[in-house]
């Protein structure tokens, strides 16, 4: 870490209104992502297969970063925010987070 990195670190830690979160146990386990493998061109399926193999590595947490809510994969964030799950991605998101479970991953 550099100084300027380290000094500006200090200062936050002198301000009684800056506190950090606290982070959940999860935070510090190894994950998957699935930007790295798929970007915003994900499905249920896939997310699931890979899990499977993830969970066999070790990770016991995945993050689907984008794309279930994007229907065309395009660089777009104009949907951002409506929190509906593209079709086309997941029929019924609820089932593919419980089958994600079963596998053995938050």
């Known amino acids: 870490m550099n100084i300027r990195k380290l000094e500006a670190f200090e200062e936050f830690e002198k301000n009684p209104d800056y506190v950090p979160s606290a982070t959940p146990d999860m935070g510090f386990m190894p994950l998957y992502s699935t930007w790295y493998s798929y970007h915003k061109d994900i499905t249920d399926c896939e997310i699931e297969a890979e899990c499977v193999i993830a969970k ?7 993050i689907v970063d984008d794309g ?9 964030y ?13 029929q019924d998101m609820a089932a593919h987070v419980k089958r994600i479970h079963d596998i053995g991953m938050k």
């Open 56 to 62: 066999k590595a070790g990770m016991d947490l995945v």
């Open 68 to 76: 279930w809510q994007s229907v065309d994969g395009i660089c777009s």
């Open 78 to 90: 104009r949907g951002c925010g409506d929190w509906l799950v593209a079709p086309n991605r997941s």
